[in-house]
T-cell receptor, first 114, second 113 residues
């Protein structure tokens, strides 16, 4: 079974602080995605990274795909209360399924305190 | 336009009963996915449809779980002889095709007492 382990599992920080969330796997994925999910809603896609070593920026969020395409990180600069939510990484095209199958990580619950 | 909708939003049932969960995808989306999510965890893949056929059902936990999509649009996830361990949020997602972004519905919270 493929696993995407995220760390930390929980994170509570003050507004304005920086943070990094990690997503690690022993498997190679064709691409890796990051989602954010708020209570009572489904996950919403933030970004997809495809190439090993790729870095993408979305305003205050920076996403990186590891060179070996097994791991990824999400860095948030100057966190705001609106960033609060469950952050999920997800791999596509792993060894146990076709590209259509998405394997989600264990999740990181972020709370930003005003 | 309308997003993915799921009904009911909440379902409470007794152990041993049969339940059906419905997903209405975005119009025109050919791909449809079902996931199960426990509190604070990431969604767990159950099944993927491309059109009317189940392209990958490797995530269904056992033969009590079954899903259909007879006309390539609405899908129903069916759970027989429910168990307390089936309690979770069941999420549906659709996409224009297998390589495109998935759009998730709000989920159905199933509680088995």
């Amino acid at each position: 079974t493929q696993l995407l382990e995220q760390s930390p599992q929980f994170l509570s920080i003050q507004e304005g602080e920086n943070l990094t969330v990690y997503c690690n796997s022993s498997s190679v994925f064709s691409s890796l995605q990051w989602y954010r999910q708020e209570p009572g809603e489904g996950p919403v896609l933030l970004v997809t990274v495809v190439t090993g070593g790729e870095v993408k920026k979305l305003k205050r969020l920076t996403f990186q795909f590891g060179d070996a395409r097994k791991d990824s990180s999400l860095h948030i600069t100057a966190a705001q209360p609106g960033d609060t939510g469950l952050y999920l990484c997800a791999g596509r095209g792993g060894v146990s399924g076709g590209y259509q199958k998405v394997t989600f990580g264990t999740g990181t619950k972020l709370q930003v305190i005003p | 336009g309308a997003g993915v909708s799921q009904t009911p939003s909440n379902k409470v049932t007794e152990k041993g009963k049969y339940v059906e969960l419905r997903c209405d995808p975005i119009s025109g989306h050919t791909a449809l996915y079902w996931y199960r999510q426990s509190l604070g965890q990431g969604p767990e893949f159950l099944i993927y449809f491309q059109g009317t056929g189940a392209a990958d059902d490797s995530g269904l936990p056992n033969d009590r779980f079954f899903a259909v999509r007879p006309e390539g649009s609405v899908s129903t996830l069916k759970i027989q002889r429910t168990e307390r361990g089936d309690s979770a949020v069941y999420l549906c997602a659709s996409s224009p095709g297998g390589l495109h972004e998935q759009y998730f519905g709000p989920g159905t919270r199933l509680t088995v007492t």
